[in-house]
């Protein structure tokens, strides 16, 4: 089973942006919290934004506010990145999850992910 496809990394040059997308199956997207983490090379899983399944602010890291823009789309059971102003400091591998604020440390950076490269 594989509820969780990231999608939409790739190279950027820094001040660039990218869009990732995660497409969600097999349990009630509308009534969970999704999120989005993060690991970079030599560093530690870091939760990027938390995405309410209802009317709530979207909370992100203090590293991305203000150039990171997260969504959901309940009609299609994905959710959204938007990166933009990308620093090098973003290189990573992006996941997304269920229930940022609940899930096993093990399940956080965890699955298919998406490679995000920011370089010159």
Known sequence: QVPLVESGGGLVQPGGSLRLSCAASGFTFSGT????YRQAPGKECELVASIP???GSINYADSVKGRFTSSRDNLKNTV????NSLK???TA?????TTPGVVPAN???WGQGTQVTVSA
Not at 33 to 36: D, I, K, P, S, T
Request: charged share 20%; glycine share 14%; net charge neutral.
């Open 80 to 83: 959204y990145l938007q990166m």
């Open 93 to 97: 591998i992006y996941y997304c999850t």
């Open 88 to 90: 090098p400091e973003d």
């Open 53 to 55: 399944n209802g009317g």
């Open 107 to 109: 399940r956080r950076c």
């Open 33 to 36: 919290v999704m999120g989005w």
